[in-house]
């Protein structure tokens, strides 16, 4: 792991998880996944992770109890994502970050072309007020963006 990578930090205590991830369960039900261990598994290590996991972060996280391999792990993410459960960030599937799409909870990225690194744009959107906007004038109702910044890191701008 390269020090840009600070995952498993526990910086994020989120309100109510185990809700967060019954809610989730239900809302992948009614997508038509099946329930298994697997898949409550992953939600729960999103869910539980605050921040953009890769597939390996996941595939190999001591909170897999199932057991899933990284095939199943990567067809479920597929499926998720599918669903718009959870959202794909990053550029290619090889360094793909994956993270939950909560109801009320709204994040935009930065991401480094060079190495890959990943961090919450942490400056208030201003994208929010052109979605009111937007959604005024075309009628369209549960707008929601995603945003990706790409550019170099600090580090890798030196």
Same mark, same amino acid.
């Given at each position: 792991?390269?020090?840009?990578?600070?995952?498993?930090?526990?910086?994020?205590?989120?309100?109510?998880?185990?809700?967060?991830?019954?809610?989730?369960?239900?809302? #992948?039900?009614?997508?038509?996944?099946?329930?298994?261990? #697997?898949?409550?598994?992953?939600?729960?290590?999103l869910?539980?992770? +605050?921040?953009?996991?890769?597939?390996?972060?996941?595939?190999?996280?001591?909170?897999l109890?199932?057991?899933?391999?990284?095939?199943?792990?990567?067809?479920?993410?597929?499926?998720?994502?599918?669903?718009?459960?959870?959202?794909?960030?990053?550029?290619?599937?090889?360094?793909?970050?994956?993270?939950?799409?909560?109801?009320?909870?709204?994040?935009?990225?930065?991401? +480094?072309?060079?190495?890959?690194?990943?961090?919450?744009l942490?400056?208030? +959107?201003?994208?929010?007020?052109?979605?009111?906007?937007?959604?005024?004038?075309?009628?369209?109702?549960?707008?929601?963006?995603?945003l990706?910044?790409?550019?170099?890191?600090?580090? +890798?701008?030196?």
């Amino acid at each position: 792991m390269s020090k840009h990578h600070h995952h498993h930090h526990d910086g994020c205590v989120r309100l109510e998880p185990e809700k967060l991830l019954r809610d989730s369960m239900e809302r #992948a039900r009614e997508s038509g996944l099946r329930r298994t261990k #697997a898949l409550e598994d992953v939600l729960s290590i999103l869910i539980h992770a +605050c921040q953009p996991l890769t597939l390996a972060d996941i595939a190999e996280s001591e909170h897999l109890g199932s057991g899933a391999d990284k095939a199943t792990v990567y067809r479920l993410l597929m499926k998720l994502e599918e669903r718009t459960l959870i959202r794909r960030l990053g550029l290619h599937d090889r360094a793909a970050y994956y993270t939950m799409i909560l109801p009320g909870e709204h994040n935009d990225y930065l991401i +480094c072309n060079d190495c890959g690194r990943i961090e919450k744009l942490d400056i208030s +959107c201003p994208v929010q007020a052109l979605e009111k906007q937007i959604a005024k004038k075309s009628g369209f109702k549960k707008l929601y963006h995603e945003l990706e910044f790409f550019g170099q890191c600090p580090d +890798c701008a030196q």
